[in-house]
T-cell receptor, first 112, second 115 residues
Framework: GESVGLHLPTLSVQEGDNSIINCAYS??????FIWYKQESGKGPQFIID?????DKRQGQRVTVLLNKTVKHLSLQIAATQPGDSAVYFC???????????FGQGTELSVKP | NAGVTQTPKFQVLKTGQSMTLQCAQD?????MSWYRQDPGMGLRLIHY???????DQGEVPNGYNVSRSTTEDFPLRLLSAAPSQTSVYFC??????????????FGAGTRLSVL
């Protein structure tokens, strides 16, 4: 679950395993969602997006699932690699664009 | 193709000083925004612009000013720096969100310390 304050939620996985990162979004009117990856010392990098009229979207090694009933978003990373180690943020927006609201982030650590 | 370029990368200020964080993009994006990121937290929107000559406030605008005289540039001004403004600042840009997408592309950030 989410924690408050200065400590990010963390997920530690073994190289080659699948990772699932969860996000609870706040606005039931949000209709567009994005996952970003942020490596240490860098800006956030776009991974994958999904609109609210979809439940699932797949990219290369990543899948995003959207459950609007419980306002939950997840990012699945297949065959996790050391290069996947980073902080992952979900972001939501309403009205198909405009201001993005970012979640707190989850730190993914991949053990070789 | 440089994308979003932020300068400087690092800055140390004394309380009360003013400065401008620069942001430029070469993708002809209409939408630009500034965020701050504090330890263990997500990004919080400071100001944004949907095109040249148009700016609006985000979640945490106090103490910051912006202007957008060209499509390419979106500077962020700290009027009188305070220790609470110590943070990492990110600029981002995207195509104008009129097609159901708002993929924002981020710069590398400016790390600011206010003493």
């Amino acid at each position: 679950g989410e924690s408050v304050g200065l400590h990010l939620p963390t997920l530690s996985v073994q190289e080659g395993d699948n990772s699932i990162i969860n996000c609870a979004y706040s606005n039931s009117a949000s209709d567009y969602f994005i996952w970003y990856k942020q490596e240490s010392g860098k800006g956030p990098q776009f991974i994958i997006d999904i609109r609210s009229n979809m439940d699932k979207r797949q990219g290369q090694r990543v899948t995003v699932l959207l459950n609007k009933t419980v306002k939950h978003l997840s990012l699945q990373i297949a065959a996790t690699q050391p290069g996947d180690s980073a902080v992952y943020f979900c972001a939501e927006t309403a009205n198909q664009g405009g201001k993005l609201i970012f979640g707190q982030g989850t730190e993914l650590s991949v053990k070789p | 193709n440089a994308g979003v370029t932020q300068t400087p990368k690092f800055q140390v200020l004394k309380t009360g000083q003013s400065m401008t964080l620069q942001c430029a993009q070469d993708m002809n994006h209409e939408y630009m925004s500034w965020y701050r990121q504090d330890p263990g937290m997500g990004l919080r929107l400071i100001h944004y612009s949907v095109g040249a000559g148009i700016t609006d406030q985000g979640e945490v605008p106090n103490g910051y000013n912006v202007s957008r005289s060209t499509t390419e540039d979106f500077p962020l001004r700290l009027l009188s720096a305070a220790p609470s403004q110590t943070s990492v600042y990110f600029c981002a840009s995207s195509m104008y969100p009129g097609q159901g997408k708002n993929i924002q592309y981020f710069g590398a950030g400016t790390r600011l310390s206010v003493l």
